[in-house]
T-cell receptor
Framework: DTEVTQTPKHLVMGMTNKKSLKCEQH?????MYWYKQKAKKPPELMFV???????INESVPSRFSPECPNSSLLNLHLHALQPEDSALYLC?????????????FGDGTRLSIL | DAKTTQPNSMESNEEEPVHLPCNHS???????IHWYRQLPSQGPEYVIH???SNVNNRMASLAIAEDRKSSTLILHRATLRDAAVYYC??????????????FGKGTKLSVIP
């Protein structure tokens, strides 16, 4: 069991659908992250939220829209995705910018685009 | 971000020690050395990290070279559950209230019963 909870675990959607991925942590962490992981590849950073504000966007297409409603929750809104967006989407959190502390990952949402 | 170099794959016999190497010749003075592992169908899991001194925890040991240009993750007795991809990552603060993990390809560890 991880301390970062992601829902749903699996999601299948069509290219015209709108869906959202959710991530929750109750460790009091102030930094939260979205990563994308394609099959047999390492995770790649998409977005970083620090103190509920978007601090890093790694040139992610606008069909991915992150949201941080409060310090415990992180959402990723999906719209008009392409088949190449099929991947494992991972959420992580850390105490903040102190790289002497680890990032804690959820087990991800496996997304399939039809 | 400073880069790391790891072997693509390694094998170990069950209950034997495993030494996973990592080269990071361009490491800066403020970079921490982090190790994560990812088991099949799971998210990455933190293993250990260090700055200059060797570190031990319940999962593993981290040996850091004196010049900090390389490090070795040591699993003292490999179990089948240790079969995973192990990532060696250098981190430093981004200055924006967070820090980035830049994953390389990692080392895929296979444990033979």
């Amino acid at each position: 069991d991880t301390e970062v909870t992601q829902t749903p675990k699996h999601l299948v959607m069509g290219m015209t659908n709108k869906k959202s991925l959710k991530c929750e942590q109750h460790m009091g962490h102030r930094a939260m992250y979205w990563y994308k992981q394609k099959a047999k590849k390492p995770p790649e950073l998409m977005f970083v939220y620090s103190y509920e504000k978007l601090s890093i966007n790694e040139s992610v297409p606008s069909r991915f829209s992150p949201e941080c409603p409060n310090s415990s929750l992180l959402n990723l809104h999906l719209h008009a995705l392409q088949p190449e967006d099929s991947a494992l989407y991972l959420c992580a959190s850390s105490q903040g910018e102190n790289s002497n502390q680890p990032q804690h990952f959820g087990d991800g949402t496996r997304l399939s685009i039809l | 971000d400073a880069k790391t170099t790891q072997p693509n794959s390694m094998e170990s016999n069950e209950e034997e020690p495993v030494h996973l190497p990592c080269n990071h010749s361009t490491i800066s003075g403020t970079d921490y050395i982090h190790w994560y592992r990812q088991l099949p169908s799971q998210g990455p899991e933190y293993v250990i990290h260090g700055l200059t001194s060797n570190v031990n925890n319940r999962m593993a040991s981290l040996a850091i070279a004196e010049d900090r240009k390389s490090s070795t993750l040591i699993l003292h007795r490999a179990t089948l559950r240790d079969a995973a991809v192990y990532y060696c990552i250098l981190t430093s603060p981004s200055g924006a209230g967070s820090y980035q993990l830049t994953f390389g390809k990692g080392t895929k560890l296979s444990v033979i019963p």
